[in-house]
């Protein structure tokens, strides 16, 4: 089971960290990743962690001013999020072993999501 929390509403240049709280035995040996949807369009891939932190992916729209990070004692995901803009209102959903890992058309969970509103 995932639970994201920390969205909001914020104006443009803001800043928000999105946090995921998993149960599970598996989470710990299992990617994570971030996606966001905005109503009426495809689920898009925001940022993925390795299961140990080592490694960590993201979007395009996301480098430079998004970072994902991990706290596996916690069993802990976190999405801390800058300089945001309009364009990044959506909901944004957690998941657990995305695959393919941008994609996330097989996963072990999604969250319920958050809403993150971006306010020009």
């Known amino acids: 089971q995932l639970v994201e929390s920390g969205g909001g509403s914020v104006q443009t240049g803001s800043s928000l960290t999105l946090s995921c709280a998993a149960s599970?035995?598996?989470?710990?040996?299992?990617?994570m990743a971030w996606f966001r949807q905005v109503p009426g369009k495809e689920r898009e891939f925001v940022a993925a962690i390795s299961w140990n932190g080592d490694v960590s992916w993201y979007d395009d729209s996301a480098k430079g001013r998004f970072t994902i990070s991990r706290d596996n004692s916690k069993k802990m995901v976190y999405l801390q999020m800058n300089s945001l803009k309009p364009n990044d209102t959506a909901v944004y959903y957690c998941?657990?072993?995305?695959?393919?890992?941008?994609?996330?058309?097989?996963?072990?969970?999604w969250g319920q999501g958050t809403q993150v509103t971006v306010s020009a």
């Open positions: 998941a657990a072993n995305p695959r393919p890992l941008r994609v996330g058309t097989e996963t072990n969970g």
């Open positions: 599970g035995r598996t989470f710990s040996s299992a990617s």
